[in-house]
């Protein structure tokens, strides 16, 4: 019975890995969007985004400001496409998570983990981290939303949902770094991708030459 139970599995498995390619898919269709618009609205506020990347008082001060920028808009454009296409994806994956591992280290780190203040998550109540700004986020939002009940549009304010306090730590930076690091690792899998076609293309045009006299 123990036997049987582990073939059905170990078959299971190899059935399951033939479809490996759709998880890869999903993934790099997920990171499209998000890095494309990141370079789009980097491109679209160039002088703005400029001015935090070079200032060392209130943004990240960093040498050569315009060219990184640059740098970064090109990866994030560049990249999104190429993720969508399927086609020097490790490499592109591997750009990609370095601008997030970058933005985790000199934006988002010492905010703490949660992109948005929850008082409840372990992750800010002292159960795994102390958050104390996002434990002190529940009653500013509370005063916030008294204040904003006098006015007479209040249910206009909320009817797109509730209001909820920014805490713009490493959460969305982080998940999209792991997604990346998949890709680096995995490539963008079988049949719906450039690159698995092109790596066919390569192998004919190798063994050709080697079984040529």
């Not at 001060?61 to 496409?81: C, D, K, N, S, T």
């Not at 994806?89 to 934006?107: C, D, P």
């Not at 948005?116 to 795994?128: F, M, P, Q």
């Not at 890709?183 to 040529?212: H, K, M, N, P």
Request: with cysteine; net charge negative.
């Amino acid at each position: 019975m123990i036997q049987h139970s582990i073939l059905f599995y170990q078959n299971v498995v190899v059935k399951l890995q033939q479809l490996d390619f759709i998880p890869l898919l999903l993934l790099r269709l997920y990171l499209t969007p998000v890095m494309m618009q990141a370079g789009w609205t980097k491109l679209q506020n160039f002088d703005s985004t400029l001015s935090w990347f070079a200032n060392p008082d209130w943004g990240l001060g960093l040498p050569a400001p315009a060219m990184l920028l640059a740098l970064v808009i090109l990866v994030e454009l560049g990249g999104g496409f190429a993720l969508l296409l399927g086609v020097l994806t490790r490499i592109t994956a591997l750009g990609l998570s370095i601008t997030m591992l970058v933005a985790m280290l000199t934006v988002h780190a010492k905010n703490g983990w949660l992109a948005i203040a929850d008082a409840s998550s372990w992750l800010a109540d002292g159960t795994l981290f102390l958050n104390e700004a996002v434990m002190a986020a529940p009653d500013k939002l509370a005063k916030a939303s008294e204040i904003l009940q006098q006015q007479p549009d209040y249910d206009w304010l909320i009817s797109s949902g509730k209001f909820v306090v920014l805490n713009n730590g490493i959460e969305f930076a982080a998940t999209y770094f792991v997604i990346l690091l998949v890709l680096v690792i995995y490539g963008a899998g079988r049949w719906l991708s450039l690159d698995y076609w092109l790596s066919c293309r390569a192998t004919q045009v190798i063994t050709a030459q080697e079984l040529a006299p």
